[in-house]
């Protein structure tokens, strides 16, 4: 009878930047790999670039929150 929104409607740009993030992420780390850095650094690495890319990111998950 009344159409009720998503429940997650809104969140999409808010999703889009997320996934960009976390692609970005695994993007440089796995870069890192082939450029010679050893396999048993991958997760500490991984966490490295994420907590450098949290600072940029912060602000456009602020402004694309509804």
């Known amino acids: 009878m009344f159409e009720t929104p998503a429940s ?3 969140y999409l740009p808010v999703v889009a930047v997320f996934w960009v993030y976390v692609l970005l992420a695994l993007g440089i780390t796995f870069a890192l ?3 010679g850095m050893p396999s048993e650094w991958t997760l ?3 966490v ?3 907590l450098l890319l949290v600072k940029p990111f912060v ?3 602020r402004r694309y929150t509804p």
Request: proline share 7%; glycine share 6%.
């Open 59 to 61: 602000p456009l998950f």
């Open 8 to 10: 997650t409607h809104g």
């Open 48 to 50: 490295a670039v994420a």
């Open 33 to 35: 790999r082939t450029v």
């Open 44 to 46: 500490y690495a991984f």
